[in-house]
């Protein structure tokens, strides 16, 4: 068995309480058993129970109330009792066994939205809430298009007279609910035997698919207001840990830049998960769904690598100050339980390449790379109360143990480290959080990816010093507030680096080793006309308010706009001022949010020109109408590396052929003089052979198929 761990998603209603139990538990688990058999960590199984959280709030403590929750899909549960789930949870415990299952552990998952009743005509969702009439009060007024009153902690509940099991006068006035909310988990917790809670979309602050949190498209100007609102949710999360602590708790992400969770959802993540009260985090990789189906492109596939990048450094660090480490799981997709979307049989091949991608994205650290501890995979039943076929179960678990397998022997990861830098996010927070400084490395690094620059690995600027081996190359979040050693590493030692961000927010030793020196006041943002190396005509992309550079003499400007350079090179180090969204709140991608690719492609091309210059591995001559994904890595002695052909809209077309020339350097990878071919290793049969080779590289032409995904080993012929 695998040494990690697995989690499955499902909804309650697919069982009919009207029938016997063992029957369909049977089902169940003989259906779904093999995905947590392979695994020999934690292993278990969330319910959801109508989505809301009234099945916390309004347990009166009496096993004979009904369960309440109102919708028709969970009508026939409305009548069961709370002690008929307390049995029903005690017979899947005990048929469990019978399946090398005896750690099975069972929890319930929420959102914390007041309602779920969406989309308005089709009610896809229609749940309405006896809490949240009760007590609206608690809720904000909905961020995105999906229009539910979003979870504020922080805000003082009224009193009332309902009998709930842990205050059965009711609430007093002024109540908290992080405290109340706990109190009543863990009694229900208690009741039920429940093993876990998963605390999904909205508990972890109010910002939510797209940039728009509690204060708007940024931070509040006030710090302490940032503060108070990030005490709040940590507060939630201590009081539900504190309420039960043999239980434990799960946290979800945002489905967007985990950067941005602290700059606008006002959330300091990485203090809440050092708080200890998180056993486990979940970042929530719905690839397939935001791109392929709802159109949602700036969480796609290669957004959500690069999510699983910046995250793992804030956890990485976070865990460092707990006893018990908070584990971090990936999401592997299939169909959804409730939406119309089917990854698992609409694209499969690019919901391969995200097994391979997010259980290889990795996080190098003093004591070496740090991987994903596990999955969590969604979901095991659809909306027509169909369970994942025998075939399906069998594709996904081949293809993840496969996948997981070679992650955990990971021995180095080639390509750019995304540096996360959290003293200058701490500062901006602590000074100035309303500031927007291209601070969005992730988003940045998830654009590169889409035109093969090879990023599947991060680290912390304050640990750039002590890593026992460095990056090939680095992708730098606005590096400014760098320690001194810090900067003495990245300017001592030959890496080629991507210094991205607002040049005003950047170290003075920086902006001299790019070249560069400011040049007079911020600019407005808006859409600007720019120009360059191989730019269309009038390129006009959304630019945020940033600040004007002048280059040196030995400093080479690759894209500029009529005010000032965008994106210039100098012996290796390249400064990038990059697009942002024109409407961070926009959960979609239409031309106008970016205004236009080039800027990313054109960073993304020059990054390949300077990796040659360097002896590195890149894609050759990538065309920006022709955006193809690739990273490398060595694992278990061995060089692999991972194709995809994923774009849609305004980014690609994953539907057409897309060539790819790999040039693959001897030295970097450490391949001797003799002759390597490519041969798959997710599939079997495919071999390829070097188009040419020299003592310098090895070079490779292959055709990716339409919606194709491959991963290859290099093997000596």
Known sequence: MLPADRWLEMDLTWFDPCREWSAQIETLLERVSPLLQSVGGQRGIFFNVGWLIDLVTEWTGDPAQTLPTRSRRTARWAEQTYAQMYDFLAELRARARRYQLPDLKIGVLFVGWGHVVWPPELKIYDFDSDWYDRHPELYGPPLNFIGMPVLHPINRLRADDYPYAVYPNGLPDNAYFPDFFGAQWGHLAEFLNLDALHLRDGFTGPMVYTRSGPYGTSAPDDPASLAAFSQSVRDLFRAVKTAAPSKLVFGYSSAISPVADWRVGCVDFESLVADGYIDGWIEQTWGGAWQDWWHQLWKGWTFQAANLLTRGAMIARANQQRATPCRFYNLIETWDGWEPWDTLHQVPDKLRWAMWAFSHAAVQTPDGLKVPDGSYISWMNNGDGQLLSVEDVAYINC????????????EKVYGPAVVYNRALMEWLSSRSPGENVSEWVDDQAAMLMKWGVPALSSTRAEWLPDLAEAPDSFILQTPGHLSHETQEMLLNRRRLTLAVGMAAWMDDKILARLGLEIGGQAITGGFQVCSGEGAPPYDRPYLPPHAPVRALDSTHVHYQSAQTPLITSREGWVYWQPPDWSEPNNSFLPKYQLGSTFPH?????????????????????????????FHLWRSGGQVCMLLGNLETGVLGDARTPRPVTLCLSRTQLELGSDLYRL???DTEGETIAPMSHDDVWLTYQLVLLLEQSAVYRIERV
């Open 679 to 681: 041969a798959r290793a």
């Open 399 to 410: 293809h993840l143990n496969t996948a997981q397998e070679s992650a955990l022997r990971l």
């Open 601 to 629: 492609y054109r960073a993304a091309a020059l990054l390949h020109d300077l990796a040659r210059a360097a002896g590195l591995s890149h894609v050759q001559g990538v065309e920006w109408a022709l955006p193809v994904a």
